[in-house]
């Protein structure tokens, strides 16, 4: 069966969520540069967990964090980043308080498939708005049930309890190939 063009009928789409919360697992996580000014930041990719109730499953978000212009020895400690945004993401993770890490990609690796809970803002910016997280908290789904794109089982158990939950993941992986694609988007400010 055959098709003619209406193009009264495309709808424009400009690949921003909706402002609210994302129950997520963190599929990716890497030092990255900008390419003008060479800046070095940390890319945080989160994928839309097809295990929960919610719209944009499988989609992407991303989040980046910056050096800071002037850290301190404990932001030093972890390649110049918020000391606090990192162990923030750690808690949200749930990561176990007090494990020790040789060095920032230790953690970072540690972070991998792990589910977490991300709140998306809208954020405008010379007339483009883009779509940011703005909070990354505790999941409220604990136990992980999400597949990739090829059926198999993805995500880590937590190292916490919500409340009223009384219960453990599996322990599975997620693998960056699992994923149809990455975009990245940088403003370099």
Request: charged fraction near 25%.
């Amino acid at each position: 069966m055959g098709f003619k063009n209406n193009f009264d009928e495309a709808k424009e789409f400009n690949g921003i969520k909706p402002e609210g919360d994302y129950e997520c697992l963190i599929s990716k996580v890497e030092e990255r540069q900008t390419k003008v000014s060479q800046k070095t930041y940390l890319s945080i990719a989160y994928v839309v967990r097809n295990d929960v109730d919610q719209s944009y499953k499988n989609a992407l978000i991303f989040q980046n964090f910056w050096k800071r212009k002037e850290p301190t020895d404990a932001d030093k400690s972890v390649n110049g980043y918020s000391f606090n945004q990192i162990m923030s993401l750690g808690l949200a993770a749930g990561l176990q308080d007090g494990k020790e890490y040789s060095d920032l990609d230790d953690f970072c690796k540690d972070l991998i498939g792990r589910p977490v809970r991300v709140t998306i803002k809208h954020d405008e910016y010379n007339g483009n708005v883009t779509e940011q997280v703005s909070w990354t908290n505790k999941t409220k789904f604990p136990t992980v049930k999400h597949t990739a794109k090829d059926g198999t089982p993805a995500g880590k158990p937590v190292q916490y309890q919500p409340s009223n939950v009384n219960t453990t993941a599996p322990v599975v992986y997620i693998a960056a190939d699992d994923f149809p694609f990455y975009c990245f988007f940088v403003l370099d400010r």
